[in-house]
């Protein structure tokens, strides 16, 4: 209903997910996510971050998924979108790191405020997860292949 109220259109959300498919108006995807930021806070009073992605952004980060032939359980398959991909500077350590069966990646080209983690053991346990969370704090979000792939499935049927 807030993002409704804000002006968008066609919009849907993933369960209780947090995530939101929606169509606008051709803005900048920072600028969106900007003004569903301050709808929280004055509506809800709720402070959180939020992260926008067009549909092509969408689209690419999943085309571009460099681990995808190595992940064998799409929950352990984790994508992170940067919110700004200047962040990509905070991780040459943790991406040059041998981490054993977890492996880490960032995206390139389109996908450039993507990063893909491989979290066979999962998060709670992980230590690369662990390392990314301490450099990113909340300059990231993630969410595992599983939910990506529905997100994309839901602007199949309509959303941009």
Not at 75 to 92: N, T
Request: aromatic share 4%.
């Amino acid at each position: 209903a807030l993002v409704e109220g804000l002006g968008y259109s066609a919009v849907s959300t993933l369960l209780n997910s947090g995530n939101v498919v929606f169509t606008a108006p051709k803005t900048e995807p920072a600028r969106i996510a900007v003004r569903i930021q301050a709808g929280l806070e004055k509506k809800l009073g709720v402070s959180a971050r939020v992260t926008v992605l067009s549909g092509r952004e969408l689209a690419d980060v999943i085309e571009a998924n460099p681990l995808v032939g190595i992940a064998d359980n799409p929950s352990r398959l984790v994508v992170g979108i940067l919110g700004d991909s200047s962040d990509r500077q905070k991780l040459p350590e943790i991406t040059a790191k041998d981490w054993g069966a977890e492996k880490i990646t960032l995206g390139t080209g389109a996908a450039v405020r993507a990063l893909y983690t491989w979290i066979p053991d999962g998060q709670i346990e992980s230590r690369l997860f662990a390392a990314v969370s301490k450099a990113l704090k909340d300059g990231v979000t993630a969410r595992n292949w599983a939910t990506m792939l529905k997100l994309q499935e839901m602007l199949a049927k309509g959303g941009d």
